[in-house]
């Protein structure tokens, strides 16, 4: 019997494109169900009571929350093209590293673009120290996961497209130049043409 996948999600969020470059990467086929945020499904609700929140994975009826809980069991139920290193200590950076990210990184980016100008400059220095650190971390590789896309790739995604976008609406380069983060710049456009990654781009839907 083969198996019944479901992702509820928002098209443009990168907490549900997370899930799906890691479902496209296993190979693993699924039915997108998306969600309004505004009016959440029944469903939804049922699925996800506590936080009330997307994504949530349906594998055969039973539910799992929450984007790096759900890629890591993405990952432990389909093993072919493993997005976690085998070897413990690997697999605890990349964790560190995934949730350096969504602790650190994308609040600190949120805040960057969303701050008043009186505060917005110490809001961008705050944002550009967390991404020199990244930019450290990436040194002498081609992606976080090493020659491959891994987790840590997959959970930096507002990094390798949301950032780029929303620093073309606002017509500035506020933050991520060639200049000040050529490597991690590199690893942009390695992992936009990356072809699971290019196939899952929210301007390819």
Known sequence: ?????KLFGVWASPYSRRVEVALKL???????????LSNKSDLLLKYNPVHKKI????HNGKPI???LVIL???DETWKGNPILPHDPYQKAVARFWAKFLDEKCF???RKAFSSKEDEQEKAIE???ELLKILENELNGKKFFGGDKIGLVDIVANFIG?????????KGEELLLTHKKFPILCKWIDEYVNCSVIKENLPCQR
Do not use: C, N, R
């Open 55 to 58: 994504p949530v994975l349906l």
């Open 72 to 74: 890591e069991y993405i």
């Open 126 to 128: 705050e944002a550009s």
């Open 161 to 169: 497209f949301w950032l780029g976008v929303i620093q073309e609406a």
């Open 26 to 36: 296993k190979g693993v086929k699924y039915e997108f169900i998306e969600e309004d």
């Open 107 to 109: 609040p600190a980016l």
């Open 65 to 67: 929350v929450e984007s």
């Open 1 to 5: 019997m083969a198996d019944e996948v």
